[in-house]
Nanobody
Framework: QVQLVESGGGSVQPGGSLRLSCVASTTTISRYCMAWFRQAPGKQREAVGA???????RSADSVKGLFTISRDNAKNILYLEMNSLKPEDTALYYC?????????????????????WGQGTQVTVSS
């Protein structure tokens, strides 16, 4: 069982930046696919992006070039750097983890593949 705890959310003006963190309870986070998802009010949860064991990432088209996912395996932390934030980025942001084999090679963007989830951290973009 892996516990995930997100932090770093808050309120920011349009055009601003935030960095979210997700601390994992396991010391073998390097072996996991890690991902960020978000759920806006009244909408279904959607993928933001994911990262494999080597640090290679996949991103949703809506955030490409604006959001960056990274991981620090030594600290068991997943990050989401968000720039040029827009009101439509307002959502509850979740991190998720999946162990699929010894190492993660192609991290999925399908939420049903991820068994471990954090509680979420709220991001509000408003002027």
């Amino acid at each position: 069982q892996v516990q995930l705890v997100e932090s770093g959310g808050g309120s920011v003006q349009p055009g601003g930046s935030l960095r979210l963190s997700c601390v994992a309870s396991t010391t073998t986070i390097s072996r996991y696919c890690m991902a960020w998802f978000r759920q806006a009010p009244g909408k279904q949860r959607e993928a933001v992006g994911a990262i494999d064991s080597r640090g290679l990432t996949r991103s949703a088209d809506s955030v490409k070039g604006l959001f960056t996912i990274s991981r620090d395996n030594a600290k068991n932390i997943l990050y989401l750097e968000m720039n040029s934030l827009k009101p439509e980025d307002t959502a509850l942001y979740y991190c998720a983890a999946l162990k699929d084999g010894d190492y993660c090679v192609v991290p999925p963007l399908t939420q049903s593949r991820y068994p471990y989830w954090g509680q979420g951290t709220q991001v509000t973009v408003s002027s």
